[in-house]
């Protein structure tokens, strides 16, 4: 099995460190989501990682070997870096068949990775009349067309249609069934919560978290508890009873933080209080990830008072 392995790597432009001292694994058999505010350095650590650009220091290997000492590697690695990688005046085929023959891949793959990105219809095209949507789409076809042990797509679903990015959430999930190592850097939290089983944060080029998705949300989101009641006095002293506060809602609700379901229920039931709805908030990747990064934006639009 394949992983990438970044070492104490650290990649300067000029002045700035775009990537800092960054140590890390992906691991095969599981969807690592990259993360990290604008410029924190998830594209240079995927370049560094490619072999397209070289570090001031550290290292990154795939399956222990620099991706330039591998022959043939789109057989190892499939990326998607830049959607505008494929020569306008190109078709998407020819495309494809140029990269299948570089690296000795038969030209039966580029039909199969054709259909299986849905722009089979539109091969024949010049990729300059191609939407951004599909150019993405070519893009993730070139990823695939080596059959690759190691898949690292650089926000995959920039510009797809919702069919699209139903379509990469049901792709990315079997490639990572089927053992393969699959890193994707994305700014959705919604979706990158729909695919990813493990994170990698980054922020200002260091590392800033890397550990399971779940445990990532419960670490910085308190489980909380919204309810609604038709007697809000009972509400308040039955909560107090039990060491609780809770705020309530223009439309009426209330929020108990740092509670379980479970335990408000029971106190509300054993207090007679009337429950009219009682549900746990979902804590949400986003929420999580903006309390981690808080601190980590690079470049934020300026707070104004209303
Ligand atoms: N070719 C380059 N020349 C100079 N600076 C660069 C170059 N490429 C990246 N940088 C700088 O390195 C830092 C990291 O950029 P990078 O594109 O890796 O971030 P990112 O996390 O991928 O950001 P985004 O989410 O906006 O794509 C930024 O400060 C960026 O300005």
Avoid: C
């Amino acid at each position: 099995m394949t992983s990438i392995d970044v070492r104490n790597l650290t990649k300067e432009y000029g002045t700035r460190r775009a990537v800092d001292d960054l140590t890390f694994t992906v691991r095969p058999g599981r969807v690592t989501g990259f993360l990290g505010p604008n410029g924190a350095g998830k594209s240079t650590t995927m370049r560094l990682v490619l072999g397209l650009d070289r570090p001031a220091s550290g290292a990154a290997t795939v399956g222990g070997r620099p991706y330039t000492a591998l022959t043939e590697p789109l057989r190892h690695v499939g990326a998607l870096l830049d959607a505008d990688a494929a020569h306008g005046s190109r078709t998407a085929r020819d495309h494809l068949r140029v990269l299948a023959a570089s690296n000795r891949l038969p030209a039966s793959r580029v039909d199969e990775v054709l259909e299986e990105t849905g722009i089979a219809p539109v091969a024949r095209r010049r990729v300059r009349t191609y939407s951004l949507g599909m150019r993405q789409r070519l893009g993730i076809a070139a990823a695939l067309l080596g059959d690759p042990e190691v898949v690292m797509l650089d926000e995959p679903s920039n510009g797809l249609d919702p069919e699209g990015i139903i379509w990469i959430r049901g792709l990315l999930r079997r490639l990572a069934a089927e053992g393969r190592t699959v890193l994707v850097s994305s700014h959705l939290m919604n979706e990158t919560a729909s695919f990813a089983d493990h994170l990698v944060v980054l922020g200002r080029g260091r590392l800033l978290a890397d550990l399971p998705m779940r445990e990532f949300i419960d670490a910085r989101v308190q489980p909380r508890v919204r309810v609604r009641t038709s007697d809000a006095t009972g509400l308040k002293a039955a909560l107090a009873g039990h060491g609780h506060q809770a705020e309530q809602h223009e439309d009426g609700s209330w929020t108990v933080r740092h509670a379980r379901v479970e335990d408000i229920g029971r106190a509300l039931s054993g207090a007679g209080v009337p429950i009219l709805e009682l549900a746990a908030s979902e804590a949400t990747l986003e929420q999580a990830y903006l309390d981690l990064t808080a601190t980590e934006t690079e470049f934020a639009a300026p707070h104004r008072e209303v």
